[in-house]
């Protein structure tokens, strides 16, 4: 079976500062990836997704993953994080079709004013 | 819009008692799905349903049972609940079952089982 791995569990920034997750994934046929973001009291929702071309990929508020097929990573990034990017976040995968996705752990991220 | 609500919130259950927690959503959605969230496990699938009338086993379907008799509607069954069952529950839906469907998550409901 598939797994998917996010090393940074609790992650700490100032505003301004860089942001990158890591995500990877056990599987070396063809993947769907995909980042969810949960903000505190909300729902689980979609920051991104990509299913082949421009391994690059841009989601919303800003962010941004790069699918890079030989680390069989897909990790996330934004240049400069702002205090209401506080949330956790899950890296998943699919890859069998039929939408069942495998999630990460979650990366717990706190920005500090 | 609604989306996709859940009930109950939260629960207090004894051990050994029957729970079923509801999901519906207004979309007309075709794919459904149930998620348990564990801390230091990330979100697991425990059932799901690719349209109205079938259903299939995730990654940790034992001691949980769903139905999908319409559309809208997706409950999940704890028939005897166990204390490892406590969790917060996540209800999913998609347009499809396809890939490329972004999934649309409820708020969840938080399950303790004393």
């Known amino acids: 079976a598939q797994s998917v791995s996010q090393h940074n569990h609790h992650v700490i920034l100032s505003e301004a500062a860089s942001l990158e997750l890591g995500c990877n994934y056990s599987y070396g046929g063809t993947v769907n990836l995909f980042w969810y973001v949960q903000y505190p009291g909300q729902h689980l929702q979609l920051l991104l997704k990509y299913f082949s071309g421009d391994p690059l990929v841009k989601g919303i508020k800003g962010f941004e993953a790069e699918f890079i097929k030989s680390k069989f990573s897909f990790n996330l990034r934004k240049p400069s994080v702002q205090w209401s990017d506080t949330a956790e976040y899950f890296c998943?995968?699919?890859?069998?079709?039929?939408?069942?996705?495998?999630f990460g752990t979650g990366t717990q991220l706190k920005v500090e004013l | 819009i609604a989306g996709i609500t859940q009930a109950p919130t939260s629960q207090i259950l004894a051990a050994g008692r029957r729970m079923t927690l509801r999901c519906t959503q207004d979309m007309r959605h075709n794919a459904m799905y149930w998620y348990r969230q564990d801390l230091g496990l990330g979100l697991r699938l425990i059932h799901y349903?690719?349209?109205?009338?079938?259903?299939g086993k995730g990654e940790v379907p034992d001691g949980y049972s769903v139905s999908r008799a319409n559309t809208d509607d997706f409950p999940l069954t704890l028939a005897s609940a166990v204390p490892s069952q406590t969790s917060v529950y996540f209800c999913a839906s998609s347009g499809t079952s396809g890939a490329t469907d972004t999934q649309y998550f409820g708020p969840g409901t938080r399950l303790t089982v004393l």
């Open positions: 998943a995968v699919d890859t069998g079709g039929g939408n069942k996705l495998t």
């Open positions: 349903s690719n349209t109205a009338g079938t259903t």
